[in-house]
Nanobody, 115 residues
Framework: QVQLVESGGGLVLAGGSLRLSCAASGSISSENAMGWYRQAPGRQRELVAV???????TYGDSVKGRFTLSRDGAKNTVSLQMDSLKPEDTAIYYCKIVTIWGVTWGQGTQVTVSS
């Protein structure tokens, strides 16, 4: 019913930037919460940023001031601008959407930040 495709991951030096995109297709609306989560080796999946109903954006404490979440006018794509990247940001980043059909995850995109 719903599909998510992530793109934009890669290898970057510490202090650099990357922009991730998540394209949603299927039965979705602007009312559906969408966001990004990440999972680093040996760690649980954690919140990066989420856009909730009404437009409120919540960021994980470790990325506040460095990452910016946005959604396009068509409400079918969310982007995560990541600046001032640190090696600690290295993880697989997953897009997530919650609809009446349930929770859908993207396949993930690898972000690697080297010193």
């Amino acid at each position: 019913q719903v599909q998510l495709v992530e793109s934009g991951g890669g290898l970057v030096l510490a202090g650099g930037s990357l922009r991730l995109s998540c394209a949603a297709s299927g039965s979705i609306s602007s009312e559906n919460a969408m966001g990004w989560y990440r999972q680093a080796p040996g760690r649980q999946r954690e919140l990066v940023a989420v856009l909730a109903h009404g437009g409120r954006i919540t960021y994980g404490d470790s990325v506040k001031g460095r990452f910016t979440l946005s959604r396009d006018g068509a409400k079918n794509t969310v982007s995560l601008q990541m600046d001032s990247l640190k090696p600690e940001d290295t993880a697989i980043y997953y897009c997530k959407i919650v609809t009446i059909w349930g929770v859908t995850w993207g396949q993930g995109t690898q972000v690697t930040v080297s010193s």
